[in-house]
């Protein structure tokens, strides 16, 4: 999805920073603004960064810090050892991320050796970050990600009650003006 100067503003009030080398919108949230943004994967100063699907919206990312809190993360890791087909499930979504961050690369003309073979949130073997399997399954679609499926599905309708930032990214004071 193309980048329109709106949803840099957007990104920027959501991240309370200015968003690093975006490569795309990964997912736009029903409200209007963009939730996921797709990252190449070395960054403009060089770095590499293995976060291809960066979860931008702050009351979805909050919401997932909760559930993190719970134990989620502990639990999931656990069941991933239990069961073989959700492992299995586990290890395509691996291989789904890498492979998007690998056509990027390649679109880009970019070289990222350093992280060769290393998705993120803890995939292929274990749970470490719900944020980036919920942005998987937010960009990628459901069924590629099981847990990052049972992330949304934990979160429900998150966007109800309005945008977390307005669309332009700008805050409306209590007077109505806009302030910059």
């Known amino acids: 999805m193309s980048i329109e100067p709106d949803d840099v503003h957007a990104i920027e009030a959501q991240l309370g920073r200015v968003p690093r080398s975006i490569h795309e919108i990964g997912h736009r949230c029903p409200c ?25 919206c702050p009351r979805a990312a909050g919401m997932i810090g909760t559930l993190e809190a719970s134990g989620l993360m502990k639990e999931m890791s656990a069941r991933l050892e239990e069961d073989p087909e959700l492992a299995a499930a586990y290890r395509a979504a691996h291989e789904a991320y890498l492979a998007a961050r690998t056509a990027i690369a390649d679109e880009k003309g970019q070289s990222v050796e350093e992280i060769a073979g290393i ?43 309005g945008p977390c930032v307005p669309r332009d990214g700008r805050s409306t004071t209590s007077s109505g003006t806009q302030d910059g």
């Open 32 to 56: 209007g603004n963009p939730d996921v943004v797709t990252t190449e994967p070395r960054l403009d100063d060089g770095t590499p960064f293995p976060t291809t699907f960066y979860l931008t």
């Open 119 to 161: 998705s993120a949130g803890g995939m292929p073997d274990r749970v470490k970050c719900l944020h980036v399997l919920a942005g998987q399954s937010l960009a990628q679609g459901r069924g590629v990600n099981p847990l990052g499926d049972e992330v949304l599905d934990l979160l429900g309708d998150w966007w109800e009650s």
